[in-house]
Structure formats: C-alpha cells, structure tokens
C-alpha cells in the first residue's frame, strides 16, 4: 500500500465531489479535505475485511473493487459487485461500531481517496455545527439507498407474483 498526502486543493476538489458533503461550505470542506489522503493498493490486495471493524471511507479515484462475501481464511465467496471510480465504499465504518458486512479486495492496481474514521470522529465531536450537517446528509445517502432496495425488492416480488 503506497500512502500519498493530498495537497489541499486537491483534497477539497475530491470530497466537494462526494455527494454526501455536497451541501458543505467551502470552508467546512475544507476542514474535512485536511484530514483525507490517496492510498494505492494492488491487485488482489484486501482493503477492507469482512467482520473487522472499519477504519475508514474510501473513494474509487482509479481502478476498480470488488465486494464479496468471503471472511478473513476464507476464500473469496459470494460476489456482491464491483465499484469503481467516484463510488464509495466504508462510509458505515464513519456512523457505527459494527464490524464490516463485506470483503473488499482491489481488482486491478486502483487509487482511492481515503478518510479515516478516528480523525473524521474528533472533528466531528469538536465540531456540532459541522456534524450536524454531515450525519443529516448521511442519513439522506443511507434513505435513498433503502428506498432503492425497496423497490429491487417490491419489483421482484411483483414479477414472482406475475409467475404465479
């Protein structure tokens, strides 16, 4: 894993692009580039396991990921998708303390836009103006995303239906 330190433009243009912070201000985007930077991983390398705690949202810059259900000593298992560039993955890791649902493993050498969580919690706590905002928009990321298998759900249960 190669580890890149953002300059601050950069880092601003990249989390400003993140539809979750979209509604940020200049200046609250800013407070939150500083603490994101660039990782390159491998082909075949694990970003984040399944059943671990996660460390940190992640952004597809280049490349490509794929989500699998396999475990730590397991083999790869079930397929789930693959992500890439602008997509992001581990944004649960930022809200909760529950152990990751998925394996992510990088498909072919791919670079990704990193914010870790326990610098994302502290700026959080110290500041409420900011948090407030950010847990809004990812209460609305997480809404969409539920109404979204709703209706995958509703849609197939109206074709098994139609089967009958």
Known sequence: MQHLE???????EHVQKLPVFAR?????TARL??????????????????????EALYVVLEGEVRVTR??????EGEPLGRLGVGELFGEMSLVDDLLT????????????????RAEFQALMAAEQALALKVYRAFCQ????R??????LLSGEQAFS????
């Open 70 to 75: 396999g475990g730590p000593g397991q083999e």
């Open 24 to 28: 940020l201000t200049y200046a609250e």
């Open 146 to 151: 539920l109404r979204r298998v709703n209706e």
């Open 101 to 116: 649902s998925a394996r992510v493993t990088a498909s072919r050498e791919t670079r990704l836009l990193v914010l870790p």
């Open 141 to 144: 990321t997480l809404s969409a």
């Open 33 to 54: 580039a500083k603490l994101v930077h660039h990782e390159t991983r491998a082909a075949g390398e694990v970003i984040i396991e399944r059943n671990a705690l996660g």
């Open 6 to 12: 953002l300059g601050e433009v950069e880092g601003i």
């Open 161 to 164: 239906v139609g089967v009958r």
